[in-house]
Structures are given as C-alpha cells and as structure tokens.
C-alpha cells in the first residue's frame, strides 16, 4: 500500500518485533495510522516513524513507558529538556548504585579467589589482624535449626535491602563460644550481613579491631564440626585463649554454586595470647 508501511515492515526496520508494535498499539502508545477493517492488519506511515524512533531512544535512556506516553501526548522543546534534565538525575542515582554493586561483586570474587588458594594450598588455618567491621544482625530463634537460620538470614537481607543499607553480598552467622564446646557447632544466636560502616542503623552492631584465629571449612553446613575442633585443638597448641564467640561467613554458598561439598565457611574467632 502506497506511502504506508505494514507491520511486518516497521518491525524488520526498526530491528523491533510485531509483538512489540501491537503492544505498543494496546497501550496506547503508539497506534497505527491505519488499520484494515477487512483483516485488522496494522499499517504505519511514513511520518510515524520519527514517533516510533523517540520511543526506542527514550527507552534506551530509561524512561519508562507511561513517561513516554505521557510525554508524547504534547511536548516541545521546554518540556523535553526539564524531563531530560530530571533523567540525569536518575541516571546518576543508578550509576552510583552500579559503582556499589561492582564493589560488591569484586569483593566477594577476591573472597572466593583468597579461600581457594588457601586450601588448596593447604593453608586453611591462620591468624589474622581484623579490623572495625559492620554487622547488620537478625536474632535466630528457637531452636537454632538450619530452619531457623535461614528464616533470620531472609529477614537480614529483606531488611537490609529495605533500609537501603550498604551490605556486602554475603550472609554469615554467630555461634556462641558455650555452645561450641558442647559441640553444638550449628546453633547459631543470630545471622548477619557485613555492612561497610562506619554505620549507626539500628541492628548494626560493631566488632572491634583484633586478633582473630580463622579457618576455611570446606564442606556442607552439617559437617562444619570438624573444622571446629581442628581451629580449637589449633588454638590450644599456640597458646591462644578464645574470647569471643564464633563468626562464620559464608564465602561459597547457595549463590555461588549448587553442590554443598563446595561450600566455603569462614570461621573466626577473637583471641589473645594466654599469660
């Protein structure tokens, strides 16, 4: 049909599918300029085409597709640069949050990267000088079963995201030091989520800078008591007193991979050399 584009031809040069137009068409974005009554085909014309490039173009910087119908309903050139304007400001709002998520993910790969190297090096136990660090805490209630502890870590991150907190994505828990030595190594008090600090929200709670005895236990949840006794059997041998309770932080889990024997557990405890 002359001067008139079918649909198929539109979305061939727009690189764009049928489905799109005729969505486009339902919303009330962007209809046709003629449709046949006979067969209901949609055809386009030639002017149309500027209006289908600025919907693509406001898209692909972000606007979504009620501002741009809105926007189209009547526009001119005061209107378009308050609206591109107030994007900036959204953009740069996203780019800083990218900026955190990139940290984010850097940091939990140099985690898994460290704790790999390390075992496989044979190097899983050490000492190492903490510094302040940020835990956004959830209690785990009774009675402390893996159950439990998974519900306190969904609150922690449910919480956190809500509060727009800056957390690391990685999740970990507190084992108390009683508990271990009745060898209740999976009762954990409460789950938390490292917190680049310094940060005062309420359920953040602060370690203070120490020496802290580690060990990468490699394995399922359920097998982490050896890795408990091989720390404390470790710690008596250099004559170190342990004056804290656990922190565990998971540096391979559920995220990272599908089979739990790989699963990497950091666990950590304050100690000071005994007199």
């Given at each position: 049909?002359?001067?008139?584009?079918?649909?198929?031809?539109?979305?061939?040069?727009?690189?764009?599918?049928?489905?799109?137009?005729?969505?486009?068409?339902?919303?009330?974005?962007?209809?046709?300029?003629?449709?046949?009554?006979?067969?209901?085909?949609?055809?386009?014309?030639?002017?149309?085409?500027d209006d289908l490039d600025t919907i693509l173009i406001m898209k692909k910087i972000g606007f979504s597709l009620a501002e741009i119908r809105a926007h189209m309903e009547r526009?001119?050139?005061?209107?378009?640069?308050?609206?591109?304007?107030?994007?900036?400001?959204?953009?740069?709002?996203?780019?800083?949050?990218?900026?955190?998520?990139?940290?984010?993910?850097?940091?939990?790969?140099?985690?898994?990267?460290?704790?790999?190297?390390?075992?496989?090096?044979?190097?899983?136990?050490?000492?190492?000088?903490?510094?302040?660090?940020?835990?956004?805490?959830c209690p785990v209630e009774p009675p402390y079963s893996l159950r439990e502890i998974s519900i306190a870590t969904k609150a922690c991150f449910s919480g956190a995201f809500q509060?727009?907190?800056?957390?690391?994505?990685?999740?970990?828990?507190?084992?108390?030091?009683?508990?271990?030595?009745?060898?209740?190594?999976?009762?954990?008090?409460?789950a938390f989520l490292p917190v680049e600090g310094p940060c005062q929200t309420p359920g953040v709670r602060r370690l203070a800078p120490g020496l802290r005895a580690c060990i990468?236990?490699?394995?399922?949840?359920?097998?982490?008591?050896?890795?408990?006794?091989?720390?404390?059997?470790?710690?008596?041998?250099?004559?170190?007193?342990?004056?804290?309770?656990?922190?565990?932080?998971?540096?391979?889990?559920?995220?990272?991979?599908?089979?739990?024997?790989?699963?990497?557990?950091?666990?950590?405890?304050?100690?000071?050399?005994?007199?």
């Open positions: 049909m002359q001067d008139l584009f079918s649909i198929g031809e539109l979305a061939r040069y727009q690189k764009i599918s049928k489905q799109t137009l005729i969505f486009y068409d339902k919303i009330g974005l962007f209809r046709p300029a003629w449709v046949d009554p006979d067969n209901g085909y949609r055809y386009y014309s030639a002017s149309q085409i526009y001119d050139l005061d209107s378009s640069l308050a609206l591109f304007r107030r994007q900036l400001d959204v953009i740069d709002q996203k780019i800083q949050e990218l900026r955190m998520i990139r940290s984010r993910v850097q940091s939990r790969c140099s985690q898994m990267e460290s704790a790999l190297d390390r075992c496989r090096r044979d190097q899983d136990i050490q000492l190492e000088q903490a510094g302040e660090q940020d835990l956004f805490c509060q727009k907190l800056p957390v690391f994505f990685q999740c970990g828990v507190t084992v108390p030091l009683e508990r271990i030595q009745a060898e209740r190594y999976t009762e954990a008090s409460e990468y236990h490699v394995g399922d949840y359920l097998s982490i008591g050896r890795s408990y006794r091989r720390l404390l059997d470790w710690c008596r041998a250099q004559g170190l007193r342990i004056v804290s309770d656990s922190y565990e932080f998971c540096i391979n889990d559920y995220l990272t991979s599908g089979d739990k024997s790989e699963y990497i557990t950091k666990i950590a405890f304050y100690v000071e050399n005994q007199a």
